[in-house]
């Protein structure tokens, strides 16, 4: 497995930006397909971005056009670049790296902060 360590959370006003980084220790990250999920209380886990080994991305369809996901393998980092934010992007942010059901891995998750 690999442990993985969020940064780059925030308060930022609507319309504004921020770039989560999420990076890795252990094992190389090459193999695994990446996710970013986010979290409010209450609420379920959602999917916002995936990026597989071979660079193939997809978003959840409220992010599509403002959040870029991205992957520097040799640097063992993932990044969620989040343009145009909204108020309803507020959450934590957590980063996700799986190969199999028996091998996957969760950051402890950074929390943004977006104000109308």
């Known amino acids: 497995q690999v442990q993985l360590v969020e940064s780059g959370g925030g308060l930022v006003q609507a319309g504004g930006s921020l770039r989560l980084s999420c990076a890795a220790s252990g094992r190389s990250l090459s193999t695994y397909t990446m996710k970013w999920y986010r979290e409010n209380p209450g609420k379920q886990r959602e999917l916002v971005a995936t990026i597989t080994g071979d660079g193939s991305t997809d978003y959840t369809d409220s992010v599509k056009g403002r959040f870029t996901i991205s992957r520097d393998n040799a640097k063992k980092t993932v990044y969620l670049q989040m343009n145009s934010l909204k108020p309803e992007d507020t959450a934590v942010y957590y980063c996700?790296?799986?190969?199999?059901?028996?091998?996957?891995?969760w950051g402890q998750g950074t929390q943004v902060t977006v104000s109308s």
């Open positions: 996700n790296a799986v190969r199999a059901i028996w091998d996957q891995s």
